[in-house]
């Protein structure tokens, strides 16, 4: 066969930032996403499921900031012309859902919602174009109760995914008081605003000197190129840097100090009302101070917010495989947007909510050396010997799945002893043996195969291995399922 004629063969490759999901990590997922939605259940938030596509208008400045409004999305034209996009988030069905459904929804709505979205980005390190969402949010309440219950709630659905106390922790602000301090500074222009918004978002990266300079006339960095400042007079940003190290403590001593530096302005003394609120009734709800804290440099979303934030940050110590440490950070995070469906309607409703990722969390668990999914395991194996007896075998794995046992039998084309491989790549907790010899006799022979690679490690001489035949188990055909039963189970 010449070049000309030889069959043009695709490569096989995932497209960049997708990624192909066994059954560990999905079974991770389900997990978490199984504890959470039963705590989110138990608080009365109803569970919503929305399509996969939006029309792109209703997405609006619901993606991220970019000067062009349909920028990183994954969008098509449908055949009446109108251009749908695969939806970027959770929140934006929400809002279009709440506007096209408000005269008969409950009020407020509480729902969540999971599942997965799309965002045409540049891929990367832990940045991917598709992931699972897990979404709580409330709409229609302006009670900063409802901030504070989201913040409640967001806390026990990670302690129910996995995290142990003291291994994370809730760091709550409110857009209110920034606004207000720099009203009282004489800061109006909204560019200007939103330029101080992110140079406080880089505070961690950069550090309080960085952040000065952004906040002034901007900053070089190592490779020289220059980033224009939020143009601040000097007691303006050194305003603006007391307030953001305003946290530490208890959420008290924070408030107290907040209101030394905010300066009496109404925007201002409205979000330490709000967050007064918030505190008392997290103290209600039984939040611990290590939970959840007041923490002034805690920004997220720019323009998307409008008045309490809050962010989900992992204090667990993590490693990566080659034993490295990994700093995860935020592992959550959400707040008050009031102007979720206003787009639609052009009345103002208040919302609330609350979103992580699911996947991240799922590896960040994995990183801590709490992986939900480590326990997984595969079927029992029914070895297959002999065309003849495959009625025996497929009667076998009836029983026990019958019995709420997975398993299946093997219908390759191999030998016992790769079949007895393939068992033990499935993580099979046992393998089932109907040779000729057991169906006549009536009996059966299981190997524990978890027991054999416990044993396995302490074993050098394999004459000793073969003559001792660790895990081994010879019994009556009738007690199959019971002997499975009890290796499945743990005895």
């Not at 905010?262 to 330490?272: K, N, P, R, Y």
């Not at 939900?372 to 395991?377: G, K, L, Q, S, Y």
């Not at 070895?383 to 398993?407: T, V």
Request: glycine share 12%; with cysteine; net charge negative.
């Amino acid at each position: 066969m010449t070049d000309e004629t030889a069959p043009i063969r695709p490569e096989a490759r995932s497209p960049r930032g997708f990624m192909d999901r066994r059954a560990r990590d999905l079974v991770a997922e389900r997990q978490i996403l199984t504890a959470v939605s039963a705590v989110y259940e138990r608080y009365g938030f109803e569970a919503l499921d929305t399509g996969a596509f939006e029309y792109a208008d209703a997405l609006g400045k619901f993606l991220p900031d970019a000067d062009r409004p349909n920028e990183g999305v994954f969008a098509l034209q449908d055949d009446d012309e109108q251009w749908m996009a695969l939806r970027y988030d959770l929140t934006a069905p929400l809002a279009r859902f709440a506007a096209q459904n408000w005269e008969t929804l409950p009020k407020p709505f509480r729902r969540y919602a999971f599942g997965p979205v799309w965002r045409n980005e540049k891929p990367g390190p832990g940045r991917f174009r598709e992931f699972t969402q897990c979404d709580a949010d409330t709409v229609g309440s302006a009670r900063p109760e409802a901030d504070a219950e989201i913040i409640a709630m967001a806390a026990e659905g990670l302690a129910a995914a996995g995290l142990p106390t003291g291994s994370a922790v809730i760091r709550i602000n409110n857009r209110k008081l920034l606004n207000g301090l720099l009203a009282t500074a004489g800061v109006s222009d909204e560019r200007q605003k939103l330029g101080v918004l992110r140079a406080v978002d880089k505070l961690d990266r950069l550090g309080p000197d960085g952040v000065r300079l952004l906040l002034g006339e901007g900053r070089k960095d190592e490779s020289g190129a220059f980033t224009k400042g939020a143009g601040l007079n000097a007691a303006a940003a050194e305003a603006v840097l007391a307030f953001t190290a305003a946290g530490g403590g208890d959420r008290s001593s924070v408030l107290a100090r907040l209101a030394d530096i905010i300066g009496g302005s109404a925007e201002g003394d409205a979000g330490l009302a709000e967050l007064a609120a918030i505190d008392g009734a997290l103290k209600s709800l039984g939040v611990s101070e290590a939970q959840a804290v007041f923490e002034p440099a805690i920004v997220r979303g720019l323009e998307y917010y409008t008045g309490a934030v809050f962010e989900a940050e992992l204090l667990l110590e993590t490693t990566d495989e080659k034993g490295h440490a990994v700093r995860f950070g935020s592992i959550g995070g959400g707040g008050r947007y009031d102007d979720l469906v206003a787009r639609f309607t052009g009345q103002t409703v208040p919302a609330t909510g609350f979103s992580f990722g699911v996947s991240r969390l799922a590896s960040a668990l994995r990183a801590a050396g709490r992986d939900m999914a480590a326990d997984v395991r595969g079927p029992v194996v029914v070895i297959a010997f002999s065309q003849d007896d495959m009625a025996h075998y497929f009667a076998a794995a009836g029983e026990l799945r019958a019995a709420g046992i997975a398993a299946e039998v093997y219908l390759g084309s191999s030998g016992m002893k790769a079949q007895m491989k393939y068992a033990d790549r499935r993580l099979a907790p046992a393998a089932v043996i109907l040779g000729g010899d057991e169906i006549a006799a009536g009996t059966v022979t299981i190997k524990d195969l978890d027991l054999g690679r416990e044993l396995a490690a302490g074993i050098t001489d394999n004459s000793q291995w073969r003559e001792q035949r660790p895990g081994q188990i010879n019994c009556p055909r009738t007690e199959l399922v019971a002997t499975v039963a009890k290796i499945v189970r743990g005895g």
